[in-house]
Nanobody, 121 residues
Framework: QVQLVESGGGLVQSGGSLRLSCEAS????????MAWYFQAPEKQRELVAR???????YYADSVKGRFTISRDNAQRLITLQMNYLVPEDTAVYYC???????????????WGQGTQVSVSS
């Protein structure tokens, strides 16, 4: 069984920083692309940042220059460093992974449970 667990959310003032982490665990054979999504109240879940298995990163326009995604394949960990936070960043942030488990011939989408980020003015 594969699990993704996020941590690092919290409440900060505008202009502050947070660092989110997501650790994958379980019977994992390989991990492909991973990403962070966010979902604000009464809105659809949207992509924040994506990182390929080779380490190439992509960002939503709204966070370019402020957020940085990275991964550590040995530790099965991805992080999202968030700087210069603004109230519009307030949302639940979800970790996503394209993962193949032992005994499986194909990858499967996995999601974490989410972590709340709140930015006050």
């Amino acid at each position: 069984q594969v699990q993704l667990v996020e941590s690092g959310g919290g409440l900060v003032q505008s202009g502050g920083s947070l660092r989110l982490s997501c650790e994958a665990s379980g019977t994992i054979d390989s991990i492909g692309d991973m990403a962070w999504y966010f979902q604000a109240p009464e809105k659809q879940r949207e992509l924040v940042a994506r990182i390929t298995a080779g380490g190439t990163a992509y960002y939503a326009d709204s966070v370019k220059g402020r957020f940085t995604i990275s991964r550590d394949n040995a530790q099965r960990l991805i992080t999202l460093q968030m700087n210069y936070l603004v109230p519009e960043d307030t949302a639940v942030y979800y970790c996503y992974g394209d993962i193949r488990s032992w005994g499986s011939s194909m990858t499967q989408d996995y999601w974490g449970q989410g972590t709340q980020v709140s930015v006050s003015s």
